[in-house]
């Protein structure tokens, strides 16, 4: 798993150096729980200038191209993305609370796992080209979609508890 800071400013060091020394446990505790591997994971923690920044470029780098997003994502403590070797986790340093932050890895970390689900990652793939308008998805694909993503998400929340074994 590699941990690098982008546009960080001295002041949530803190929350990289948690990040950096959980991330492995946690990764561990979320394998072990959901049976499934959470591959190739690269954590990118940041503040909020660089957020939106770093998944543009992830997204960018993963499509070949620089077109824009015609969706803006909701403000939240982190995201994850696809790579084009696996998943990227973009972890806002300063809109997580330092109390949030194992919760927030744990939940990421679940959804690098999730990604790794049969169709999940194709799924994902789809949406994003979707969203830069690249490849037009149906209603009812774009549906489907979103029922799949809500049910991720409500498992990402569930396992949160989690967190709760990290040292």
Known sequence: ????????????KQALRRVESIADQAAHLVEKKLGETVG?????VTDADGYHESIAAAEWRLLGTRTRSRYTLPPSFAHTTLTTSGTLIVFDAQATPEHEIDPTVVHELVHAAQIGRPGVRDAILAGIRHNHGIEKAGWFKARRQNGIVAAHEREAIRLESLARKLR
Do not use: C
């Open 1 to 12: 798993m590699d941990i690098a800071a982008y546009k960080l400013g001295s002041r949530h």
């Open 40 to 44: 190739p994971v690269e954590i990118v």
